[in-house]
């Protein structure tokens, strides 16, 4: 399953929200530098749709806060 995700790194607190239009905002906590908050991007969604961060796969926006993501269920 495809989802697009909003993200916004160097929040307070972490949280997974979803949009109106069924994206997704992510607040984590982690600062968009080597690759820390793509990685806790991963971890907050394999906890939340219950999979292993192996089947969380982010396909396009590796440098931008606007994501694709796929998660093999």
Do not use: C, W, Y
């Not at 995700?5 to 982690?30: E, T, Y």
């Amino acid at each position: 399953m495809m989802r697009l995700v909003k993200v916004k790194p160097n929040a307070k607190h972490q949280l997974l929200s979803g949009a109106l239009d069924g994206s997704f905002i992510a607040h984590l906590k982690s600062p968009p530098t080597e690759g820390k908050a793509n990685q806790e991007l991963v971890n907050l969604l394999a906890d939340h749709f219950n999979v292993t961060k192996a089947q969380v796969t982010i396909v396009a926006g590796f440098t931008s806060r606007h994501k694709v993501v796929e998660i093999d269920q």
